[in-house]
């Protein structure tokens, strides 16, 4: 996969045009010299999309990915441990307000179900 345009990196890496032009203004992915007035774009680039958006589906920050960018480059693996370990920790604490949320609208939903009169809870609860 080489010479390919911007158009073309954004199709292969399933993202906008934009995306590439924020990631790139955001230092996360270099900007090829242009060639004959347009910049070309390798297999590197579209991997680089590639890791940058499954990184940011894992939970990351754009900070923190390009954290991860600059420890790819050495042998940091203590630092993006840590990382990954405050990104879990982070999820854990999500997980566990999602499932305070939804045992809460468990109950609200079967309130909801035993009675038949006053307003309903699950709107009543919004409120």
Do not use: W
Not at 23 to 35: F, I, S, V
């Amino acid at each position: 996969m080489q010479d390919l345009t911007i158009g073309a990196l954004a199709r292969e890496a399933c993202v906008g045009v934009e995306t590439i032009r924020f990631y790139q203004r955001r230092g996360l992915l270099d900007e090829p010299p242009r060639a004959g007035g347009i910049r070309r774009y390798d297999g590197r680039h579209v991997e680089r999309v590639r890791f940058i958006k499954r990184a940011q589906a894992a939970g990351f920050t754009l900070a923190e990915i390009g954290e991860l960018i600059a420890l790819d480059a050495g042998d940091d693996r203590a630092r993006a441990r840590e990382l990954a370990n405050a990104r879990i920790a982070a999820l854990d604490a999500r997980i566990a307000q999602l499932s305070e949320a939804r045992a809460a609208l468990r109950r609200l939903a079967a309130e909801c179900g035993e009675g038949r009169e006053g307003p309903c809870p699950i709107i009543a609860s919004f409120g």
